[in-house]
């Protein structure tokens, strides 16, 4: 199989610690977060047992946390060579793994153990030797602060270079039916994008966070987001039991993307992202299984002026001027 699907937590951290024991060779590791304990005690006995191991790790986030400092320095004391991500890029989001060069890891989550245990997410293992070619070919070019450009016929979504547009041509070409989960809807290309496939009959499901889980500095872009999708006819539902972290896609049961892409200006403009487009029919139809299942686990939305000024005041969200609710009508709900 070309093409294999992980899902967490189903699948456990063996699905990801497994293939590492495995290596024999080479492992390039490019994280976001790495934090949990057991992966990275695994990563160095990896390095102890003869494997060259690079770590690309994101310096820190945006408003300058860093979570990975400790990671960093048992790599390190571990005789591992490790790296910031390029300074290129506001943040490097990616999260991706090869083994030997002949195995690539395209993930969702990120390595700390909430993502293991307690989120929806997901990885592709591709043994598609241009795949695979072509994360060595970013890592090594990013590794050396050198400019990387994509093959135009590639199966990889990389941001900021074909991002945006390959994930709106996926839209487009969608004729029956699309699922998304994703945490983040406010890139406007997109949102148009959605808007047409529900206008011209697409089945449109939409997982999302709930509305107070947003980050409050892109919150008013992301409500006005759903809101538009749903106002037009898409399904909007939030993950009961589960934490939504996953970003998948899924096209008339047939074609799917799986990868760290949020549907954000920030992810398709800035950031170093990573994602897949895969075909494989166990992989579509296991994504259409949980995602089928997430459905069934999940609930409403609720968009309309009331709900949502409810739930954003309920959550210390005061300011609302600059969504367009009817405060009115919402108010005389409330009475």
């Not at 060779?25 to 057991?38: A, E, H, K, V, W």
């Not at 047409?196 to 919150?219: D, F, Q």
Request: net charge neutral; aromatic share 4%; glycine share 6%.
């Amino acid at each position: 199989m070309s093409h294999r699907l992980i899902v967490l937590p189903d699948d456990t951290a063996n699905a990801i610690i497994d293939p590492i024991n495995a290596a024999r060779q080479s492992l390039n590791i490019r994280m976001f977060l790495f934090t949990d304990p057991l992966l990275i005690n695994t990563v160095i006995e990896a390095r102890r047992r003869g494997v060259k191991v690079r770590v690309m790790l994101n310096p820190a986030r945006r408003d300058g946390t860093s979570e990975n400092a400790e990671a960093r320095s048992r790599l390190l004391a571990a005789g591992i060579a490790v790296r910031d991500s390029s300074a290129e890029f506001a943040v490097t989001h990616q999260k991706s793994m090869v083994i030997d060069d002949k195995t690539g890891f395209v993930e969702s989550l990120n390595w700390e153990t909430r993502d293991l245990t307690e989120t929806r997410d997901y990885a592709v293992a591709t043994t598609r030797s241009a795949e695979v070619a072509e994360m060595v070919r970013c890592f090594d070019a990013d590794w050396n602060q050198q400019p990387f450009e994509p093959s135009p016929d590639s199966g990889l979504i990389w941001c900021p270079n074909n991002g945006r547009q390959r994930i709106a041509a996926f839209i487009d070409g969608a004729r029956e039916s699309l699922w998304l989960q994703n945490e983040r809807y406010q890139d406007m290309v997109i949102i148009e994008r959605l808007v047409r496939a529900v206008n011209r009959g697409v089945h449109v499901r939409i997982m999302a966070r709930p509305l107070h889980k947003l980050k409050r500095k892109k919150l008013f872009e992301g409500v006005s987001g759903l809101r538009i999708v749903h106002d037009v006819g898409a399904k909007v539902r939030t993950l009961k039991g589960l934490k939504l972290h996953g970003k998948i896609m899924i096209a008339d049961n047939e074609r799917a993307i799986v990868g760290s892409i949020n549907l954000s200006p920030g992810s398709f403009d800035d950031r170093r992202e990573l994602a897949i487009e895969a075909d494989s029919d166990h992989v579509v139809k296991r994504l259409i299984r949980i995602a089928e299942h997430d459905w069934k686990h999940s609930r409403k939305l609720p968009l309309s002026d009331h709900a949502v000024q409810v739930d954003l005041e309920g959550h210390g969200v005061e300011d609302l001027s600059r969504l367009a609710l009817d405060r009115h009508d919402a108010t005389s709900q409330l009475i």
